[in-house]
């Protein structure tokens, strides 16, 4: 498959997608989206991958949604457009995605890296939702996400005055997994996705959607999915070799059934 915005590596387990619209700094458009997304659900449904990293460039994992392209937009238009039903695709990716971070991360790119589920970042990220500079408030997810990872204050202060969160500032208030060093940030997030390609898949997958479920539901059907999910783990091989290799002193064998 060739892509015009994305670039699509394997790194043995790990499916790696580089943003790769590097003069406008990652802009998101549509056809970035839905190639983004159709590469996600390729690999998704690749058995011998584990995990998935996306990434941009050192200076701009993506600096939002493309300006130029949605200046003139209607609302129809915007309602119309491919921009949300692609984020909805990335949402339904059932293994991990790792966002690894370096540089800008602002509007539908800090979005995009909030719809991840671990993100590693450079110590020159920088997180932050400018759209009240331009007249509007985050459309993909951003007033969610951002105060349900960073709560309340710092939400709103990102979101109502532009504040910029740091790598560090992000690792303060939970959005972020690792601050590392610039030429480190992409080997650091594709050693995180590769140990985590090594574990049960299936076990990866429940445990994903189970964390996700917090999000959403109240505690008592959280509890509830999470013993079923986890009931449900006992019909599959995996559990019963993650066990017999516990009690033989033995690695396990994984088969994802
Ligand atoms: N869109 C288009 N082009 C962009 C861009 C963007 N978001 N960000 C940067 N560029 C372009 C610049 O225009 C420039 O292009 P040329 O002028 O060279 O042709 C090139 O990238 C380099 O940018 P700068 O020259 O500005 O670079 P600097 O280092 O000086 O500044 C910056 C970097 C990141 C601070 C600055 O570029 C900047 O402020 N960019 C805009 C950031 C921003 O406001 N992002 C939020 C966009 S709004 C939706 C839901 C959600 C959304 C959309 C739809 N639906 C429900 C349908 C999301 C909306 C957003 O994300």
């Given at each position: 498959?060739t ?20 003069k ?9 989206l839905?190639?983004?997304a ?14 998935i990293v996306?990434?941009?460039n050192?200076k ?21 457009s491919d921009?949300i ?33 671990m993100?590693?970042?450079?110590e ?7 759209e ?35 790598a ?5 208030y939970g ?8 030429e ?34 109240s505690l ?25 290799a516990?009690?033989e002193?033995?690695?396990?064998r994984?088969?994802?059934?």
């Amino acid at each position: 498959m060739t892509y015009k915005t994305i670039l699509v590596e394997t790194h043995k387990q790990v499916g790696l997608i580089r943003l790769n619209r590097p003069k406008v700094l990652n802009a998101l458009n549509d056809t970035l989206l839905k190639e983004l997304a159709g590469a996600l659900e390729a690999f998704d449904a690749d058995d011998a991958v584990g995990a998935i990293v996306i990434t941009g460039n050192e200076k701009a994992f993506a600096a939002g949604a493309d300006i130029k392209e949605m200046a003139d937009a209607s609302a129809v238009e915007m309602h119309k457009s491919d921009f949300i039903p692609s984020f909805d695709r990335i949402r339904g990716i059932k293994k991990p995605v790792i966002a690894a971070v370096s540089g800008w991360a602002l509007g539908g790119g800090s979005e995009l890296a909030l719809s991840c589920d671990m993100i590693v970042a450079s110590e020159t990220a920088k997180f932050g939702q400018p759209e009240i500079n331009i007249g509007v408030i985050p459309g993909a997810g951003g007033t969610q996400r951002l105060a349900k990872a960073v709560g309340k204050a710092i939400a709103m202060e990102m979101i109502l005055n532009n504040r910029t969160l740091s790598a560090d500032e992000g690792q303060t208030y939970g959005l972020v997994n690792r601050v590392v060093p610039v030429e480190n940030y992409l080997n650091e997030a594709l050693a995180l996705a590769a140990e985590i390609a090594t574990r049960a898949p299936l076990a990866i997958q429940f445990g994903k959607e189970a964390v996700n479920q917090a999000f959403e539901t109240s505690l008592t059907e959280g509890l509830a999915d999470e013993r079923r999910a986890f009931n449900f783990l006992f019909a599959t091989e995996d559990q019963k070799e993650g066990m017999a290799a516990f009690v033989e002193k033995r690695d396990p064998r994984w088969k994802g059934r």
